[in-house]
């Protein structure tokens, strides 16, 4: 495919409509970035010049150019996203070298958002729910429980119910990289490695983002709680039990649950669940507190409690021996999800170890103050000069982790 054919159709289209069927045709599927060069593109664009040479990039192109003149006879065109109908006329100057800047943003940044995507292996999703902020360090706010119905004898007036008014602060952070994009890698047609680098872009920022949940779960950022009642952080899993929401060694606050309890059978899943049914109590400040609904539906252990925990989730029955007599039943932890991450095991030996029970949608929030956004950049400065960068992207998002409350999840020190 020679230079002069893409040229050919940018001139029958004009930069503008080039770039809008080129957008369309992505949406849709019809194309993907695999079928651009960005060299060719480049030529056509007047970036640079000369005779064309042979590359892997020729059938894409071939491929993109039929689709893109079946699309030219389409409906009228949406407005410019990324420039406006000025800048990309073709009577405007520096137009096709604008039209370069748009198609590259667009390719670059459905690679970046391809690695982004890419989540297998990856649980934080099925950690917390996702809330839209407007800003930084908003409050969730909440009320304690009220106390329940009463008997009303006849004739006597009901009692009030009163709560309090709580709230907990959320705390965000910009995360980012800047990838640079040399004259060489276009110029050479190296158009699969420009795209496999984007790619590793968007999974490095997904992967930062796995860590920040996988570690705030287990509150083991040290100096910065996820859990802040009242805008004061404090640790969520107390070492005295305070919180209602761990069991192990230092326990004070439940003495028969002041013991380390390893994952290796069914028997530690019941004393975890009688643990929340019995200790785990509602905040009611009118009443005597009680227990609250909140069955457990997952668990979440470092990988290497994995395959423990694994199999005995997904056994089909439990036996139970009592005074030499076995009994048989089905397995009632069938139902529980089994998450595991490295992202604990790196926490060191107690990491290691030590697993969670509940149900963490329920108690922790990832507030999203920006979604993962790209943004591509010609080089005009030093790094052009220096370095010959002839673009640079760069992907960010910007959000954050909280508990928003303690009596979801129960931590289970293992050893």
């Avoid at 080129?22 to 970035?33: H, S, V």
């Avoid at 729910?129 to 706010?141: C, L, S, Y």
């Avoid at 969520?236 to 002041?258: E, F, K, V, W």
Wanted: glycine share 10%; charged share 25%; net charge negative.
């Amino acid at each position: 495919m020679q230079r002069t054919d893409l040229a050919g159709l940018i001139d029958s289209l004009g930069p503008a409509a080039f770039y809008e069927k080129t957008r369309d045709l992505l949406a849709a599927g019809t194309l993907t970035p695999d079928d651009f060069s960005l060299r060719r593109l480049a030529e056509a664009c007047g970036i640079f010049g000369g005779p064309s040479f042979g590359g892997p990039g020729d059938r894409g192109v071939a491929d993109g150019l039929a689709a893109l003149r079946e699309a030219a006879a389409g409906p009228d065109r949406a407005p410019i996203a990324l420039l406006s109908e000025e800048r990309l006329s073709e009577h405007a100057p520096g137009a096709r070298t604008d039209l370069f800047r748009v198609v590259t943003a667009e390719l670059l940044a459905r690679k970046v958002a391809e690695g982004y995507d890419a989540t297998a292996g990856l649980i934080g999703d099925s950690l917390v729910t996702v809330v839209k902020a407007t800003g930084r360090g908003a409050k969730i706010a909440g009320f304690t429980a009220t106390a329940g119905p009463t008997t009303i004898p006849e004739g006597h007036e009901y009692e009030e119910s009163t709560f309090a008014e709580k709230f907990v602060t959320s705390e965000e952070s910009k995360q980012g990289r800047i990838l640079s994009v040399t004259e060489e890698l276009i110029a050479f047609d190296q158009t699969g490695e420009v795209f496999r680098r984007a790619i590793r872009l968007g999974e490095g920022l997904r992967q930062e983002r796995e860590r920040t949940i996988v570690r705030a779960v287990a509150d083991a950022e040290v100096g910065n709680p996820v859990y802040r009642p009242n805008g004061v952080g404090e640790a969520l899993y107390a070492a005295d039990g305070s919180n209602r929401n761990l069991i192990g060694p230092a326990n004070t606050t439940s003495p028969t649950h002041a013991a380390a309890l390893p994952l290796d059978d069914w028997a530690a899943l019941d004393a975890a669940r009688s643990y929340r049914a019995t200790e785990v109590l509602d905040d009611r400040i009118d009443g005597q507190r009680r227990p609250i609904l909140a069955p457990a539906t997952q668990v979440l252990v470092p990988e290497s409690l994995s395959g423990t925990a694994r199999g005995i989730v997904e056994a089909t029955e439990i036996r139970r021996t009592v005074d030499g007599t076995t009994t048989v039943s089905g397995n009632p932890h069938r139902r529980l999800e089994v998450l595991s991450s490295p992202f604990l095991d790196e926490l060191g030996a107690e990491g290691r170890r030590d697993w969670y029970l509940g149900d963490f949608k329920k108690q922790f929030v990832w507030t999203e103050v920006w979604p993962v956004q790209t943004f591509l950049q010609r080089s005009d400065g030093p790094a052009a000069f220096e370095r010959d960068v002839a673009l640079r992207v760069k992907a960010r998002y910007f959000g954050g982790i909280s508990a928003t409350d303690t009596a979801f999840v129960t931590k289970v020190v293992g050893g």
